[in-house]
C-alpha cells in the first residue's frame, strides 16, 4: 500500500467545468496535509478540446512532474486510448464504460475499471446542461472514495468553493456521493494499492498559484500602476491584481489607490509603463513572449534614459506563438539583451510561489533604487500551476523609492544634474515632475546626453554616460536577490534557476540515493555576483539544468566568466512540459558515469 | 526724472520670459517654431506656471520643440509614436499637472495612429497638438499620411494614398475637443491651446505647420502659400473669464458660448457663411467632409464636449495623485492579507 504517494492523470475535455472538480480533489488532499501538487494541461482554446490535470502527492513532498501516472481517470474519447499509455506499471484505469480500449493497447501489468459515467451522471440530475459538469464530480467522489480521502474536509472543500448557490452545493455533492457509493459497492476486490492518509497540516501552509501570489505581492509591494494586454499565461496575473486591489487597495471613501489600463496593445503597455515610473510610480506591466519582444524598444529607452519600470514575463513556449500553453525558460537570453544597443538588465528568476510574493515588491525596490527596468522571469508551470507553500511572510519590508530630491532637499544643493554620479556607484539622483523647485526640472531623453540631461552629440559625454551606467551593473550585482547554495566540497556543481526549483530535492534524493554528490546553486537574479563566480570556480564539472533548447543560461554564464567555460556543461529540456527529476537525475549520472 | 519701465507680468507674476526655451536648431521658416511661440504666449496668458505644465513628445522635427518653449518645465521627449501612452501613464499617476504634448503627423498619422485613437477613446486630458506638414521632415521629405493624394514631392514624385485627416478620425473615435489651424494664425492658435489645456479630456489640435525645407512648393497642400489661398476660418475665438468685467454685444446668432470646466466661457464668433454649432457632433463631421469635397482648409474648433468624463473619472482614483501614496497607504494590514490567503487554505 503506498500512502500519500501517488500520481493521478485525470483527462477531460477542457470548458466542461473539469477545472473545479479536480481542485476539489487537490484541495482536500492539502487540507488533510497530504503534501500535494496541481499541474493543468490545457489547450490553447476556449472549449471542447483535452485537457489534462496532473496530482502528485509524495510523503516527502516530491510534488514536480512526473511522466507516468498511478491513476487516470479519462472521460475524453479523443485521448482515451494515448491516456492509457501514461500508466505505469500496476496502475488502475478509470474509463467510461461505453468506451472499447482496443485488444492491442491491452496490459497485462495494468487494472482497467470501465465505470458507468453516464448512468452515474444520469443519477445525479436531469438537468441536461449541467450533466458535463456534473460527471467530473461523480470521479471526485469515485477517487476520493477509494483513496480514502476525508469525507469531511472533502465536503468542506465542496461548500468553500461552490457553497455561493445552495443548488449548485446540492447537486455536487450528491454527484460525489453517488461516485463514491458506486466505488463502495464494485471496488472492494479491486486492490487499490493507493491511500491518503491524514497528516498534521501545519496551520500556516498555503496551496496558490504562482500568478496569484505575484499579484498579491505588487499589492503587498506598494504597485500603484500596471498596464497590460492579455496574453496566456500572464492574464491570471493581472487579473488577480485588479480583484485583489479591488478589496485592498480602496481609501475611505472608496476611491482607489490604484490604477489598471488595459492598453491597446503591448507597445502602448509597456510604454505607459515608463509614463508612470518617470512621474514617479511603481509601475508594472505582465506578459509572455510575444508581449515582450514588442517592448524592446521601450526595454532601451528605459535602460538609458533610467527609468524605473518592471516587465513581469510569465513565459510560455515560443519562439513566435508557439505554445501558448505550455511551459518553457526560452525567453531568458532576450530578456538579459532586450533591445538594440548596448543595454543590460536586472532579472529577477523567482522559483517559487514564496518568491513570486515576495519579487512583487522586490522588482519594484530595484527598479527604483537602480532607476532601471527591471525584468522578472516567471514561467507557465510556475505561474498557473498549484503549489503548496508556507504561507507567505507579511512582514512589511519599507519601500526603497530610491534617490529621489523633494524640493527641500534641493534648497540645499548647489546644483543638481539628472545624470550625474554623484555617490560613486553610477546611480545618479532624480526629480519627479511637479517638483516646484526651479533646480528640479529637466528633459527625459532617449537621444544622447550629458550629465545634465541636454542633448548631445559629444564623444566624451556620450562615453562617460556610457561608462556610469556600466558602473551601475556593478551596483546591481550588490543589490540583487543572491543565489541559494546547497552542499560544498563536492567535484560536481549543479546550476539552475526558476521552476526547476519544483523538482530538485527530489533529484538530490535520487543522486544520493545512487552515490552521485553534487552541490548546487539557484541562481535567483542577473548580476551574476560573487557567489556565482565562486561556485563556479570551485566545482570541477556544473551542469546547467535549463528548459530551454539552446542552453540560454549557460550561454549568459559563459560570457560573464569565460575562464570557466570548460567546466560549464548544458542539461537541456524543451518540449513544453516541466522538467522532472528523472530527467536531470538520469543526464547527470550518464555524464559522471563516461568520464 | 526718472524713467521706470515695468516689465508686464501675469497674474501670478511672471515675465513672458519666464516661458521661454532654448533658441531652435529648426530650419529658419519652420511653422514649429511659430507653434512653439503660442505655446508660450497662450502658458503665459493662462496664468499657468511652467513648473505646472508636463512637456511631452514622439520624434520628429514637431517633437523637439518643447526644448524650444518652457524650459523650466519637466519633459518627455519619447519614441516615436509613442507620446499617447507616454503620457496616459504619466497623467494617470501625476494627474495634478498639465500636460502638453506635441507631436508630428508621422508620429501620429502613422507609426503612433493606434495610441492616437486609443487615447481619444479613453478621453485622457491632455492638450495634443499635431504639427502637421505633410512629410517626415527629421528624415528629409517623405511623404507622411497626412499629405493629400493629390500633392506632390519637391522631387516630383506623387503620393499614391488616400490622406487621414486626424480631426475626422478623432471625432470618429469620440474626440471630445477637435480643431483644426495654422501656425501662422495666432489669434486662433492661442486661444485654443488655451482651451485645450483646461480641457476636460484629450484636446486635439491638428496645427498645418509648413515645412519650409521639404514640403513648401507648388505642389504641396501644406505650404504657405497653400494655406493662405484655401485657409477657411470658422470662427473668431475668445476666451472669458467671468470675472472679467468687460461683456461684449453680439448679434444673435452670431455668437457661440461654450461653458468650460474651469469657469471660464470660450466665445466663438462666426466668421464664415455657415453657421456652426461646435456642440452638435454631426455636424462637426459634416462641415469637414464637406470643405474636404470643396478643397478647403477649415480651420477653427469643430467640436467641443465637456460633459464627458476622462479617463481619471473612470478610473475612480484617490483625491491624492498616486505617486505622493506612501508605504502605510498601500500596503494592506495583515488581517486583511490573511483573510485574502484564507482562500488558499
Known amino acids: 500500500m503506498k500512502v500519500n504517494d501517488f500520481v493521478i492523470n485525470i483527462a477531460t475535455v477542457n470548458g466542461s467545468g473539469s477545472q473545479s472538480a479536480n481542485n476539489v480533489l487537490l484541495r482536500s488532499l492539502f487540507r488533510m496535509g497530504v503534501p500535494v501538487g496541481g499541474k493543468n494541461i490545457f489547450p490553447s482554446n476556449i472549449a471542447g478540446l483535452p485537457t489534462w490535470f496532473w496530482i502528485r502527492a509524495n510523503p516527502q513532498g516530491f510534488v514536480g512532474r512526473k511522466p507516468l501516472a498511478d491513476i487516470v481517470v479519462t472521460l475524453n474519447p479523443q485521448t482515451f486510448k494515448e491516456d492509457l499509455k501514461t500508466l505505469a506499471s500496476g496502475g488502475f484505469y478509470f474509463y467510461p464504460s461505453t468506451f472499447v480500449i482496443p485488444e492491442e493497447l491491452k496490459r497485462p501489468d495494468i487494472t482497467c475499471v470501465p465505470v458507468p459515467f453516464k448512468q452515474l451522471t444520469d443519477e445525479s440530475t436531469d438537468i441536461g446542461k449541467i450533466k458535463k459538469l456534473v460527471t467530473n464530480m461523480v470521479y471526485v467522489g469515485l477517487l476520493a472514495e477509494i483513496l480514502k480521502i476525508d469525507s469531511s474536509i472533502l465536503d468542506q472543500v465542496l461548500r468553500d468553493q461552490l457553497g455561493k448557490k445552495a443548488s449548485v452545493l446540492e447537486v455536487n455533492q450528491k454527484a460525489v456521493a453517488i461516485g463514491a457509493k458506486y466505488a463502495r459497492d464494485n471496488f472492494a476486490q479491486l486492490n487499490f494499492s493507493f491511500k491518503a492518509e491524514k497528516k498534521d497540516l501545519p496551520k500556516d501552509k498555503i496551496i496558490i498559484d504562482g500568478n496569484s501570489a505575484a499579484a498579491l505581492g505588487l499589492v503587498q509591494g506598494g504597485c500603484t500602476f500596471a498596464s497590460w494586454y492579455p496574453i496566456t499565461p500572464s492574464t491570471s496575473m493581472m487579473e488577480g491584481f485588479i480583484k485583489f486591489a479591488d478589496k485592498l487597495r480602496k481609501d475611505e471613501s472608496g476611491k482607489n489607490k490604484y490604477a489598471v489600463v488595459q492598453a491597446e496593445d503591448e507597445l502602448a503597455a509597456f510604454t505607459m509603463v515608463l509614463g508612470a515610473g518617470w512621474a514617479g510610480a511603481r509601475a508594472i506591466t505582465a506578459t509572455s513572449g510575444p508581449g515582450m519582444s514588442l517592448m524592446a524598444e521601450a526595454a532601451g529607452y528605459a535602460y538609458y534614459a533610467e527609468v524605473p519600470s518592471v516587465l513581469w514575463n510569465v513565459q510560455r513556449v515560443g519562439p513566435s506563438t508557439g505554445l501558448p500553453t505550455r511551459t518553457l525558460q526560452g525567453d531568458l537570453m532576450s530578456a538579459a539583451q532586450l533591445s538594440h544597443g548596448d543595454k543590460k538588465h536586472p532579472i529577477l528568476l523567482p522559483g517559487t510561489v514564496q518568491e513570486c510574493f515576495e519579487f512583487g515588491q522586490t522588482c519594484f525596490d530595484l527598479a527604483e533604487g537602480l532607476q532601471q527596468l527591471v525584468i522578472v522571469m516567471s514561467d507557465l508551470d510556475l505561474g498557473m500551476n498549484m503549489w503548496s507553500s508556507d504561507s507567505f511572510d507579511l512582514t512589511p519590508r519599507p519601500y526603497n523609492r530610491g534617490k529621489v530630491l523633494s524640493a527641500e532637499a534641493l534648497e540645499k544643493v548647489t546644483t543638481f544634474e539628472r545624470y550625474r554620479d554623484i555617490d560613486g556607484d553610477g546611480i545618479p539622483y532624480r526629480t519627479l515632475p511637479g517638483n516646484k523647485h526651479p533646480k528640479a526640472p529637466f528633459f527625459t531623453r532617449g537621444s544622447g546626453h550629458n550629465a545634465k540631461a541636454q542633448y548631445t552629440e559629444n564623444a566624451d559625454e556620450h562615453f562617460e554616460n556610457m561608462q556610469r551606467l556600466s558602473l551601475k551593473w556593478e551596483t546591481a550585482k550588490k543589490m540583487v536577490p543572491a543565489p541559494i547554495v546547497k552542499g560544498s566540497g563536492n567535484k560536481v556543481g549543479l546550476v539552475y534557476y526558476g521552476s526547476t526549483e519544483a523538482v530538485m530535492e527530489e533529484t538530490l534524493f535520487e543522486l544520493t540515493q545512487k552515490g552521485q554528490k553534487v552541490d548546487t546553486l539557484r541562481i535567483r537574479a542577473i548580476p551574476f555576483g560573487a557567489q556565482v563566480e565562486e561556485f563556479l570556480k570551485n566545482h570541477e564539472t556544473i551542469y546547467v539544468v535549463e528548459q530551454n533548447r539552446d542552453a540560454q543560461m549557460k550561454s549568459l554564464l559563459v560570457m560573464e566568466f569565460p575562464q570557466f567555460a570548460a567546466k560549464l556543461k548544458s542539461m537541456v529540456h524543451f518540449d513544453g512540459t516541466p522538467i522532472t527529476a528523472d530527467l536531470i537525475t538520469h543526464k547527470l549520472l550518464t555524464s559522471e558515469r563516461s568520464h | ?345
Request: hydrophobic share 35%; charged share 20%; with cysteine.
Open chain 2, 1 to 345: 526724472m526718472e524713467a521706470t519701465t515695468t516689465v508686464p507680468t501675469n497674474k501670478i507674476g511672471l515675465e513672458k520670459k519666464a516661458y521661454a526655451g532654448s533658441a531652435s536648431t529648426l530650419c529658419t521658416g519652420c511653422g514649429h517654431d511659430m507653434i512653439s511661440n503660442h505655446v508660450i504666449t497662450a502658458c503665459y496668458q493662462s496664468d499657468i506656471h511652467p513648473n505646472q505644465v508636463a512637456k511631452m513628445s514622439g520624434i520628429g522635427c514637431s517633437s523637439k520643440i518643447p526644448a524650444y518653449f518652457m524650459s523650466s518645465s519637466f519633459a518627455f521627449n519619447s519614441m516615436h509614436g509613442r507620446m499617447a501612452p507616454i503620457s496616459t501613464g504619466a497623467k494617470v499617476v501625476k494627474p495634478d499637472m498639465f500636460y502638453l504634448g506635441v507631436s508630428g503627423d508621422g508620429d501620429t498619422a502613422s507609426i503612433g495612429l493606434g495610441g492616437f485613437v486609443h487615447l481619444i477613446r479613453r478621453n485622457l486630458p491632455i492638450c495634443y497638438i499635431i504639427a502637421d506638414n505633410g512629410v517626415y521632415g527629421l528624415t528629409k521629405g517623405q511623404f507622411s499620411a497626412t499629405a493629400e493624394m493629390s500633392s506632390v514631392l519637391k522631387t516630383g514624385e506623387k503620393n499614391l494614398f488616400h490622406s487621414i485627416d486626424v480631426c475626422s478620425l478623432a471625432l470618429e473615435v469620440g474626440c471630445t475637443f477637435v480643431a483644426r489651424s495654422f501656425s501662422g494664425d495666432a489669434k486662433q492658435m492661442v486661444p485654443l491651446i488655451q482651451a485645450a489645456l483646461r480641457h476636460n479630456g484629450t484636446a486635439v489640435i491638428d496645427v498645418v505647420s509648413p515645412c519650409i525645407t521639404f514640403n513648401n512648393h507648388d505642389g504641396s497642400t501644406k505650404s504657405y502659400s497653400y494655406v493662405k489661398e484655401h485657409d477657411v476660418v470658422l470662427q473668431e475665438l475668445g476666451l472669458i473669464q467671468h470675472t472679467d468685467e468687460q461683456t461684449v454685444d453680439y448679434a444673435e446668432g452670431e455668437v457661440q458660448k461654450v461653458e468650460l470646466n474651469d469657469g471660464r466661457e470660450l466665445v466663438l464668433r462666426k466668421l464664415d457663411s455657415r453657421a456652426h454649432n461646435v456642440q452638435d457632433r454631426a455636424a462637426a463631421f459634416k462641415v469637414l467632409h464637406e470643405s474636404q469635397e470643396q478643397g478647403e482648409l477649415l480651420t477653427g474648433l469643430f467640436y467641443v464636449n465637456e460633459q464627458q468624463e476622462s479617463l481619471l473619472q473612470k478610473l475612480n482614483l484617490t483625491q491624492k495623485p498616486l505617486v505622493e501614496l506612501q508605504d502605510a497607504e498601500l500596503r494592506p494590514t495583515s488581517e486583511q492579507m490573511q483573510k485574502i490567503l484564507g482562500d488558499f487554505r
